[in-house]
């Protein structure tokens, strides 16, 4: 019982948070972010992992195929989780509210724009520390976008940039440990 009234309560403390922020998101705000969520679109990704394949070296070989097995973590969890949790999407749960642009799916739990923002934010953490500020607060405002154009409840997002973090790291670590084998086999002389 008690498990029912705390699920309640963080859903009314996200409904409230959602309402909260969607106060603000007028006009201006409304289209910013609509073009901020769009730069959470999976092709920038694959161009950006590519140019840094192509250009950076070996730290540009291990974030892309960081990255290849991160996405591969995240997007099948992804995916298990909208469709085992299938929270309605704020526009369909709350009444009299619209959205301002329509998702892809039906589903709101875990946003995926905010974990592949936060999974990528994590690679450049990782591999170009110099652009991590940029990248978290990048991957951050993809998340509040989300929220802005009325698509996600806060917690989708938290949820969201959860599974992108967990995801890149241990990508990263299964890449490392290949690089570490394979640099040791070449000084070895094996």
């Not at 910013?32 to 950006?48: E, F």
């Not at 953490?125 to 996600?152: D, E, K």
Request: hydrophobic share 45%; charged share 15%; with cysteine.
């Amino acid at each position: 019982m008690a498990e029912g009234i705390r699920e309640s309560k963080l859903q009314q403390l996200d409904t409230h948070l959602f309402y909260w922020l969607n106060k603000w998101s007028k006009d201006p705000i409304k289209h910013a972010s609509v073009w901020i969520s769009k730069t959470g679109d999976g092709p920038c990704y694959l161009a950006i992992g590519i140019l840094l394949w192509w250009f950076g070296e070996i730290t540009g070989e291990r974030f892309f195929f960081s990255a290849l097995m991160a996405y591969a973590f995240e997007l099948p969890i992804y995916l298990i989780l909208k469709n085992l949790i299938k929270r309605h999407r704020p526009f369909n749960k709350l009444t009299a509210f619209r959205s301002h642009i329509s998702p892809s799916d039906k589903f709101s739990m875990p946003s995926g724009h905010t974990a592949a923002a936060f999974l990528f934010a994590t690679l450049i953490m990782t591999f170009y520390p110099t652009f991590s500020q940029i990248a978290f607060c990048w991957a951050s405002l993809v998340g509040i976008s989300r929220v802005f154009l009325g698509v996600h409840f806060p917690g989708d997002v938290v949820v969201g940039a959860t599974l992108g973090v967990v995801s890149a790291l241990l990508g990263i670590d299964i890449v490392s440990g290949f690089y570490s084998e394979m640099y040791s086999e070449i000084h070895s002389g094996i």
